[in-house]
């Protein structure tokens, strides 16, 4: 009985971070389950990035209203926001289009919402081939593996999301 996150909370557009068009554009996809294995069809993921060049201004985009309805409109699909929302399918599959991030902050930050959760969680998805393997070495093996986004094919990256259980994912915690 709730919450229900994926209902109220995407935006249109809300998994097309980079620019319209873009040809160094990714696409980074995956599965959120839970501690039985199952896919979780109602969570929310967050992300947050740098651009490209290192930059953590971000653009305005992701929240724009139509003055005359106050409804939402899409991005406008021309600048690049370093933001994304997007909810699990019933498949509990996500999928999120952006820029690469830079050697510098070679991950993409995420905030998880899901049912059964009393707080969000975070955790990082280091993209394979782009210097996060360097800053993974400081963890055991097994766990450095939850973290990172695996290429699958030109352009394409996996990052699953496991809320317990064996191969459960590395969580951050921020002073709570």
Not at 48 to 56: F, R, V
Not at 101 to 123: E, K, M
Not at 139 to 152: D, M, P, V
């Amino acid at each position: 009985m709730g919450p229900f996150y994926g209902y109220a909370l995407p935006f249109p557009g809300g998994g097309e971070v980079a620019p319209a068009g873009d040809p160094a554009a990714i696409t980074v996809h995956g599965y959120v389950y839970d501690g039985a294995g199952e896919p979780v069809p109602d969570a929310l993921l967050e992300f947050w990035q740098a651009a490209p060049d290192g930059s953590l201004a971000g653009r305005p985009g992701s929240w724009r209203r139509d003055p005359a309805s106050g409804g939402l409109l899409p991005r406008d699909a021309f600048g690049f926001t370093g933001f994304g929302r997007v909810p699990t399918g019933a498949d509990g599959h996500w999928t999120l289009r952006t820029l690469p991030p830079p050697p510098t902050a070679p991950y993409l930050s995420i905030c998880l919402f899901a049912r059964g959760l009393s707080r969000h969680l975070f955790t990082r998805a280091y993209v394979e081939g782009l210097g996060g393997e360097r800053e993974l070495k400081t963890l055991a093996a097994e766990r450095a593996e939850t973290l990172l986004a695996r290429r699958e094919g030109p352009g394409v990256f996996r990052f699953d999301v496991r809320l317990q259980g064996e191969g459960e994912t590395v969580f951050l915690s921020f002073g709570r």
